[in-house]
Every structure is written in structure tokens, then in C-alpha cells.
């Protein structure tokens, strides 16, 4: 079966530093989408992307978040400056069409801010 | 807005046994889908079944099925012939058109 593909598994990063968690979804997806989990909580919505734009975000995405499609392949999640409360694992995921049918999640970065 | 209510944080089985995990939502949509997820130790999320709102057939899918009660909104999960590979956290998730909303989550413990 096709995979969303997500890297790295894990970041550790600085308060105050940037990071960018990657994601290749499946090649002929047209639907992206962010979660996040912090350990021990339920999975949360972050962000959906279409058509090169985002089509809908969540209270969590605040101005410190971005979202990307650089090129064909991938889908990348910026967070500018990481606070504590960041830390979480982040699940991209992708799906064909708008029908919600079945929704592939990649297997995670588990994102640690010291 | 959607939401999805798991009342269970916790529930055990016996190897071999019948479980059910409990879910209830709420929508004021017609048109849904509603989803249970497993996730493990690895925190992957893996579909374990899914529910279309307009059948009235309750999915099932080798030894899981659900219990699928549009008009009192619920939608729990039974697994039967319980297995140890089925220790994980269940989530009960609900779509309308473009995001997923999901329960708390249940840690489902099987005893050998």
C-alpha cells in the first residue's frame, strides 16, 4: 500500500529556534493536512492544504505556523519560533479527494523543545 | 462543529474475550463519516474501520465491527477473539467534508 512519508521521525530543537517537519504525501493526493498529539492527549487538527493554499486551520495554527508545497513532492510545516508547549508529534497526512473516504497519516515526528 | 465524546479512558479484556468501546458524536451535518483509529506504543495511526452516515449496515472488518446508531448518535467499536496485538489506544474520529475531529481516546488493555 502507498505510504505518506514523514521526516525526521524525531527533532529536538531550542526554544526560540525554527524548524521545518517534512512530509511526502502519496503522489497522486490532492488533499494535505497537519495533526498534532501531545503525549498523552487526544489528536488534534492543525491545517488543510488544496490547490496550493490553505483551506482551513485550527485556533493552534497561530501566526508562528506556515505551511508549504515547495515543489510536487513535498509538504513541509514551518513552526518559526518553538515554545515548550510545542512539543508533540506531528502527523502529516494526504487523501485523494474531498470525500473523506480514507484519510493516510504518516507515522509521525515526535518534536521535543528543550 | 463536531464532537466526539469517548466516556471509557481505559477498559481491559481477556485474551480471546469480546470488547466493546464506547463513542458517542455529535454534528448537526447529514452527510459524515465516521472513522475508529488504533494507535500503538509507535503512536502510528492505523485505520481500523470506517462507517459511511448514510448506510444503515454496520461495517465490520475480520473481528472488529461496530454498532452504528445514527439516531442516538453513537458508534462503538467491538472486537472479538480479543488479541494481544490489540493493547493500543482507540480513537473514535468523525468527518464531515474536509478534517478530522477525534474522541479522547480509550487504552485498551488485553490480559494474557
Known amino acids: 500500500e502507498p505510504e505518506v512519508t514523514q521526516t525526521p521521525s524525531h527533532q529536538v530543537t531550542q526554544m526560540g529556534q525554527e524548524v521545518i517537519l517534512r512530509c511526502v504525501p502519496i503522489?497522486?493526493?490532492?488533499?494535505f493536512y497537519w495533526y498534532r498529539q501531545i503525549l498523552g492527549q487526544k489528536v488534534e487538527f492543525l491545517v488543510s492544504?488544496?490547490?496550493?493554499?490553505?483551506?482551513?486551520k485550527s485556533e493552534i495554527f497561530d501566526d508562528q505556523f506556515s505551511v508549504e508545497r515547495p515543489d510536487g513532492s513535498n509538504f513541509t510545516l514551518k513552526i518559526r519560533s518553538t515554545k515548550l508547549e510545542d512539543s508533540a508529534m506531528y502527523f502529516c497526512a494526504s487523501h485523494p479527494t474531498r470525500s473523506n473516504e480514507k484519510l493516510f497519516f504518516g507515522s509521525g515526528t515526535q518534536l521535543s523543545v528543550l | 462543529a463536531q464532537t466526539v465524546t469517548q466516556s471509557q479512558p481505559e477498559m481491559s479484556v481477556q485474551e480471546a474475550e469480546t470488547v466493546t468501546l464506547s463513542c458517542t458524536y455529535d454534528t448537526s451535518e447529514s452527510d459524515y463519516y465516521l472513522f475508529w483509529y488504533k494507535q500503538p506504543p509507535s503512536r502510528q495511526m492505523i485505520l481500523v474501520i470506517r462507517?459511511?452516515?448514510?448506510?444503515?449496515q454496520n461495517a465490520t472488518e475480520n473481528r472488529f465491527s461496530v454498532n452504528f446508531q445514527k439516531a442516538a448518535k453513537s458508534f462503538s467499536l467491538k472486537i472479538s477473539d480479543s488479541q494481544l496485538g490489540d493493547a493500543a489506544m482507540y480513537f473514535c474520529?468523525?468527518?464531515?467534508?474536509?478534517?478530522?475531529?477525534f474522541g479522547a481516546g480509550t487504552i485498551l488493555r488485553v490480559k494474557s
Open positions: 503522489s497522486n493526493h490532492l488533499y
Open positions: 474520529a468523525i468527518t464531515t467534508r474536509d478534517k478530522l475531529v
Open positions: 492544504f488544496y490547490n496550493n493554499e490553505i483551506s482551513e
Open positions: 462507517q459511511e452516515a448514510y448506510k444503515q
